[in-house]
């Protein structure tokens, strides 16, 4: 999306071209005439600084990566906008505002491409750093996002492993229960034959049948 802040003090009056001559403006705002987009063209691409600013970078940073450095007369679009927020014009109209900043640029020996060109150059070096910081942000995504399945296949292969050592013990106690309660059963039919064979000769069976009593506790000795 193009940005449209720059027609605040760029524009090109064709409205009235029969304007009282003591409105002209002096060559160098005929030139602001000449559109930021063709301004832009005749700048090279921002080079990728070999450098990177750090992720939480100022933007002062940022410009002096990308070597951009305030010019001798000192106009940049930063002193524009300082200009404009002044407290002499800036509760005027835009086209007074627009015509007071360009006088004092034609009185500083200073062309208004000058400012345009710095303001894009600015531009450009926000945008390559958004875009490194993008895919610094993208890639560290991808490397997290494969770690973390890394991380959840391995999570799932101990969970599977524990859920089987588990379900081994489980079986375990369960076989062992079986076992145990089958040969109680043979127990007990192994009592009641040897009782039933030893009532015949005891009025009373000292022979005991199904589970065995809990044990008592042993007995204490004489109170002294």
Same mark, same amino acid.
């Given at each position: ?19 009282? *001559? /003591? ?7 005929? /030139? ?36 951009? !450095? ?10 524009? #906008?300082?200009?404009?927020? /002044?407290? !002499? ?45 993008? =895919? ?7 490397? &997290?996002?494969?770690?973390?399945? *890394? ?10 492993? !524990? ?23 043979? &127990? ?11 009532? !015949? ?21 004489? #109170? =002294?």
């Amino acid at each position: 999306m193009s940005k449209k802040w720059y027609n605040y003090f760029v524009s090109v009056d064709e409205a009235n071209p029969a304007a009282d *001559q /003591s409105q002209t403006q002096p060559d160098s705002a005929r /030139s602001a005439a000449q559109t930021v987009a063709d301004i832009a063209a005749t700048l090279s691409p921002a080079p990728t600084p070999a450098t990177q600013p750090a992720a939480g970078a100022s933007f002062e940073e940022i410009y002096t990566a990308a070597e951009i !450095h305030p010019p001798d007369h000192g106009y940049t679009i930063y002193k524009i #906008a300082d200009m404009l927020q /002044s407290e !002499h014009i800036r509760n005027l109209p835009a086209e007074v505002k627009r015509s007071s900043i360009l006088l004092a640029l034609d009185a500083a020996g200073v062309k208004l491409q000058d400012i345009i060109e710095d303001a894009v150059r600015r531009d450009r070096a926000l945008d390559t750093f958004e875009r490194v910081q993008q =895919k610094a942000v993208e890639d560290l995504e991808k490397r &997290k996002t494969a770690e973390n399945t *890394q991380i959840q296949a391995e999570l799932d292969r101990l969970v599977s492993e !524990h859920r089987a050592r588990i379900q081994a013990n489980n079986d375990a106690v369960a076989k062992d229960k079986d076992r145990f309660f089958g040969w109680r059963l043979q &127990k007990q039919q192994e009592e009641q034959k040897i009782a039933d064979t030893v009532s !015949h000769f005891v009025s009373e069976n000292p022979i005991t049948r199904g589970q065995p009593a809990a044990s008592s506790a042993p007995e204490k000795g004489p #109170a =002294k």
